[in-house]
């Protein structure tokens, strides 16, 4: 089988691998495609210590299909998809045609997706869902407040602007691109936001109260500016650190406007909450616009797209096909 073996943090070749040196697991999954997130994007380009062991196939997440189950939950011939659980980082991941994962990690795709579109979602699709529960159950309802979503036209962003719009909120969507304004529109977004207003060392511990919740991407200065124009009684959901991992702020929002600071962890997320997730996905995701957030390239370009994903010049989702 073809895979991407990291021999070490700087070190990683294409090859022909033996399916006998795959780790243990209950499942065989045929895969059919993978994805480039930004977690993959730092461990391919060494900009960060992303991977714990070696050698190892990095891939944070992938689609296909059951080939062997020795899990009496899952059945030869379902199609799955597996996110997290250290996947890329201390257990092969989906850079190669096969895996072998723990039964309990593979997750059942609604029928109303394909293996590509599970990939067009991916990791940060699914962090999206698991944002937008967040926030509902932080307060936000439908049609009555604004939600921001900052990194809008990255993987999980332009999926939150999608999600949120179609459920009814009305999404104020920030980006660093103006050329991208259409297509957040397109995606539903009612208002693009500049990324320069949620910039700047100097933060005001209350700014002007502007949106009931957000879904930020950033992180550190960028965070704490959204957290100063939320809404009394409004929710943040941090999920990323696009920015850094600092946040220089205050603690006035969270006391004088009794502000949430929601994080969301997809890794390590519990089967129920994963389920949840995949149910508002199935429920409440434009699949029409799965195809205008994602681009799809060959397991060979991986290398070459993480660089530009670093580098800001990547809109959406990257979907890796492997075989």
């Known amino acids: 089988m073809r895979a991407w073996i990291m021999n070490d943090p700087k070190t990683m070749e294409l090859r022909d691998v033996p399916e006998s040196e795959l780790p243990e697991g209950d499942v065989l999954i045929d895969v059919h495609y993978s994805t480039l997130n930004y977690k993959d994007a730092l461990a391919l380009t060494g900009r960060g210590k992303i991977v714990r062991s070696f050698p190892m196939v990095p891939g944070i997440d992938l689609s296909g299909v059951v080939a062997e189950s020795s899990d009496a939950s899952v059945a030869v011939g379902t199609p799955v998809v597996v996110n997290g659980h250290g996947m890329g980082e201390d257990h092969w991941g989906g850079y190669a045609e096969r895996a072998r994962v723990p039964g309990a990690w593979a997750q059942p795709i609604p029928e109303v997706f394909s293996v590509e579109d599970a990939m067009a979602i991916g990791t940060a ?16 309802e439908p049609g009555q407040e604004e939600v921001l979503v900052t990194g809008a036209t990255g993987g999980v962003g332009s999926v ?14 920030v980006t660093g691109r103006p050329q991208h304004a259409d ?5 539903g977004a009612a208002e693009v936001v500049d990324r320069a207003e949620l910039s700047g060392e100097k933060i005001r511990p209350l ?37 850094g991992m600092d946040m220089k702020g205050w603690v006035t929002p969270f006391i004088l406007r009794n502000v949430r600071l929601q994080g969301v962890d997809s890794v390590m997320t519990p089967r129920a909450r994963r389920d949840q997730a995949w149910s508002l996905l199935a429920e409440s995701l434009d699949k029409t616009q799965l195809t205008s957030i994602r681009e799809v390239v060959g397991l060979e370009d991986v290398r070459e797209k993480a660089a530009d994903l670093l580098d800001g010049k990547v809109r959406g989702r990257l979907v890796v096909k492997v075989r």
Do not use: F, N, P
């Open 125 to 140: 699709g699914y962090t999206a869902a698991l944002c937008v529960l967040a926030v509902e159950e932080g307060g936000a």
């Open 160 to 173: 939150a602007v999608s999600l949120l719009a179609r459920r009814g909120h009305k999404v104020l969507a």
């Open 207 to 243: 700014g002007k109260q502007r949106w009931h919740a957000a879904i930020d991407v950033a992180g550190s200065t960028t965070l704490a500016h959204v957290l100063s124009m939320t809404k009394y009684g409004g929710v943040v959901a941090a999920t990323g650190l696009a920015d």
């Open 183 to 187: 297509a957040l529109k397109a995606l």
